[in-house]
């Protein structure tokens, strides 16, 4: 768990969101850690709770091995991308205004939409199946934060009373 997910770290431009599928993938379908009710259970809390969106992590690690588990998925998670951007902060803010810099960055904007789109699809197709209320709760929520400014808590909450209505 901790070797793969360390991996997971070193790939999760944009957070945990851009590899959500494959997380979902690895301990749904490979390993079998969770069905796919579950991860979504656990997405939920995950996103519910104050602090971080990679807490979904914690928990997986908490459903394998407890305690111990739970801190070994989260230093995995964190870890080897925390330390990246600490080595990389101090050039990456020496070459604020470049060319290369604002290309890159320009560059990575429809990664990380695409990594954060196929999260979406992913949660709202548990065990491949389309469920046409969590579509709903989706395209709901995304139509409503690109048509508005509001607070994303506020969308959060008016999904979590959508999906309770629904589900």
Not at 119 to 129: E, I, N
Request: net charge positive; proline share 6%.
């Amino acid at each position: 768990m901790a070797l793969y997910f360390s991996v997971l770290s070193l790939v999760s431009v944009g957070g945990l969101p851009a590899v959500l599928p494959e997380l979902q993938r690895y301990v749904v379908d490979v390993k079998g850690w969770l069905v796919a009710d579950d991860f979504i259970q656990l997405y939920a809390i995950g996103q519910a709770a104050p602090g971080p969106n990679m807490l979904i992590v914690s928990l997986i690690g908490w459903k394998v091995a407890s305690l111990p588990g739970a801190l070994v998925a989260l230093a995995a998670l964190c870890g080897p991308a925390g330390v990246i951007a600490y080595g990389v902060a101090d050039l990456w803010e020496r070459f604020k205004g470049t060319r290369w810099r604002m290309a890159i960055q320009r560059a990575m904007v429809p990664l990380v939409v695409g990594f954060t789109v196929s999260g979406g699809y992913v949660l709202a197709t548990p065990g491949g199946v389309p469920d046409w209320r969590l579509w709903l709760v989706a395209a709901s929520s995304a139509a409503a934060m690109l048509a508005t400014k509001v607070n994303p808590l506020w969308l959060l909450a008016g999904g979590g009373i959508l999906g309770a209505l629904l589900l």
